[in-house]
């Protein structure tokens, strides 16, 4: 061997050794990292929430006014900015949100709650989704909507590994079966059965998924 393969030889090892050096130290740094949020969601969430499963991370809110009546399970990352409404303030038995394990949801959610909306387990939510229970009551010639403390209710469930796609809106009444997909900017206003994919406003199925086996 020439001494100048000799050289990319040994450059080679070095290269080597180095790509492993930093994804060994990029994996720990990832670990402390994730540990750090794990602790910091238990230390500031955990004694105000209904429950709080294990190694779920929480970051930022923007809005949580009554932290009592939502429960989030194992596994759970939501990311920052995200807003939990308890919009009749009250202190319950059983929670008003309920979001499953393993769920990922990204930034800017918002979830209103009156009476009930309940997230499956695993689902992904991506950024800026809307679900609410409720619609506020407009009465012409009677109490102005600002402030009417009126709503129309009815329960909101999300089905096990669902996904819903970015700015759509989940609306009062609905229930969306497990393994579906919501559009984009969709609006669902109806029931999506499972194993389905629906999009538009509002939203309409637009193709069935067959389970595997």
Known sequence: MSSVDTVKHLAGDLTVESREKFTATGLYRRFLVRAWHIGRTRLLWGWRLHALGSMSILARSQQVNNPRV???????TIA?????VDLC??????????IGDG???????????????NIGRNVLIASNVLITDSDHVVDPGSVPVTKNC???????????????????????GVTIGHDSIVGANSVVTHDVPPCSVVAGNPARIIKRLKRRG
């Open 70 to 76: 939502v429960a989030i399970g194992s596994r759970v």
């Open 89 to 98: 303030y009250s202190v319950p038995e059983a929670p008003k949100i309920t």
């Open 103 to 117: 769920c990922t949801i990204l930034y800017r959610f918002q979830c209103n709650a009156a009476q009930s909306v």
């Open 80 to 84: 920052s900015q995200f807003i939990l």
């Open 150 to 172: 009126k709503f129309m209710t009815q329960p909101v469930s999300i089905g096990d590994n669902c996904w819903l796609g970015q700015n759509c809106v989940i609306l009062k």
